[in-house]
């Protein structure tokens, strides 16, 4: 199964080499991982997927939680919750294929970062099943040159929230 998570990490040199050591030396793999600064200077979010049985990634919650870098973890699959991906996707188009092109972006939602046909670059945030669809679809009405995909990015719905508050740290709301 398919696991999005959540980590509150010390904003320091090597804090994110050992998470992703964590996961290297336990044959663990890492489907996508995405990492900035939160409003607190000190912290960064660092959002991964990974796939695995319930048993599996409760070792990888278990293990994260004792690196010393690591502030505060959550699976967010176990409970309600927005999922979004950036894409950034670049196509060489032929003048015949232009208007079904835009139609697309149009219906997805998406927006024409640069129309020239020779390299038209779209930008989409949407889940992750729908950024794989749209390049697909994309993909037979022009060439496609580049894909830039943030992998997911996730936040709990409802007033939870994973934030350090006042020298204490977990889910608040």
């Known amino acids: 199964?398919?696991?999005?998570?959540?980590?509150?990490?010390?904003?320091?040199?090597?804090?994110?080499?050992?998470?992703?050591?964590?996961?290297?030396?336990?044959?663990?793999?890492?489907?996508?991982?995405?990492?900035?600064?939160?409003?607190?200077?000190?912290?960064?979010?660092?959002?991964?997927?990974?796939t695995g049985n319930d048993a599996v990634v409760a070792q990888i919650l278990s293990q994260l939680r004792k690196l010393v870098d690591v502030v505060q973890v959550d699976d967010?699959?176990?409970g309600d919750h927005f999922e979004r991906e950036l894409?950034?996707?670049?196509?060489?188009?032929?003048?015949?294929?232009?208007?079904?092109?835009?139609?697309?972006?149009?219906?997805?939602?998406?927006?024409?970062?640069?129309?020239?046909?020779g390299s038209f670059v779209i930008e989409l945030t949407s889940s992750e099943a729908q950024v794989s669809r749209f390049i697909a679809q994309a993909g037979s009405r022009g060439e496609i040159l580049e894909v830039v995909r943030s992998g997911a990015l996730g936040i709990v719905h409802g007033g939870a929230s994973l934030k350090v508050v006042h020298g204490a740290t977990g889910m608040v709301g």
């Open 1 to 50: 199964m398919r696991h999005i998570i959540a980590i509150l990490l010390q904003n320091e040199a090597g804090a994110l080499s050992r998470v992703a050591g964590l996961f290297s030396t336990r044959g663990y793999n890492i489907e996508s991982l995405s990492v900035a600064p939160t409003d607190d200077p000190t912290v960064s979010r660092l959002t991964l997927v990974t």
């Open 76 to 78: 967010m699959t176990r």
């Open 87 to 117: 894409l950034l996707l670049k196509l060489r188009v032929a003048e015949s294929q232009l208007e079904a092109l835009i139609r697309l972006v149009t219906e997805s939602g998406a927006r024409i970062l640069s129309g020239a046909p």
